[in-house]
């Protein structure tokens, strides 16, 4: 495992050189969902120091077994309102806000524990009815909208392009999203800090740099095929 994650770094420190961007300002978030407490713990040690969850109940029995850890944990998956409570006790970022209502229950939950929760803000690029996120037209509203709370603070934007099996293809929806990012900053909402794109998985994370990437979400290159 070590091996591959010094590969990972070397391939983001190489994609970032090729477009003149400083390596260190592209992390690398590993994501650990349905890898055992364990091997997670491995990677950490191996040099990870972001930890990427989906699901709410498997990341508090994970966070809990490896709280001794220096780490960020990062929920990067669908969140039901229900649950933000949860996502905001365990996590540090919360990749996947996708309107206001969500938002404002994020909000209401951080308050009670006298937190600010940062957040992303989820852009559905490739307009994919099968996938969460908010359509690009109405991302600037809801930013707008979500800078009024006061526990919550947008710090940039995420997306689940479609999937290709050829990185090219793929440039359009994250070059969208840069752009997009670029059109908020513009706007000087007052509170909202557009500094991170959250794009970028396996297959194409060395694109997603091309193209602005802050955070890319890595598994399969770190711990191999999924059962």
Not at 67 to 78: A, K, Y
Request: include cysteine; glycine fraction near 6%.
């Amino acid at each position: 495992m070590k091996a591959n994650i010094e590969e990972i770094q070397r391939r983001i420190q190489n994609a970032a050189e090729s477009c003149d961007r400083r390596p260190e300002t592209i992390r690398l978030v590993a994501v650990s969902k349905t890898i055992a407490a364990d091997r997670v713990r491995a990677a950490v040690e191996a040099g990870v120091h972001i930890l990427g969850e989906n699901y709410i109940q498997e990341a508090r029995d994970k966070i809990e077994a490896l709280s001794d850890l220096d780490v960020e944990w990062h929920f990067i998956g669908h969140l039901q309102r229900n649950k933000a409570k949860y996502a905001v006790d365990l996590f540090d970022l919360i990749h996947s806000v996708d309107s206001i209502r969500l938002a404002r229950e994020i909000d209401k939950q951080a308050a009670k524990r006298g937190k600010q929760q940062n957040i992303l803000i989820q852009v559905n690029t490739g307009k994919e009815a099968t996938k969460s996120g908010i359509d690009e037209e109405d991302a600037l509203a809801l930013v707008r909208d979500t800078a009024r709370l006061e526990h919550v603070a947008v710090k940039g934007l995420m997306t689940l392009p479609p999937y290709f099996y050829a990185p090219e293809k793929v440039r359009p929806y994250f070059r969208a999203l840069r752009q997009l990012r670029d059109r908020i900053h513009e706007a000087q909402i007052p509170g909202i800090a557009m500094e991170a794109l959250s794009m970028g998985m396996t297959g194409d994370f060395e694109t997603a740099i091309a193209e602005g990437a802050t955070l890319v979400r890595i598994g399969t290159a770190i711990y191999g095929e999924r059962a």
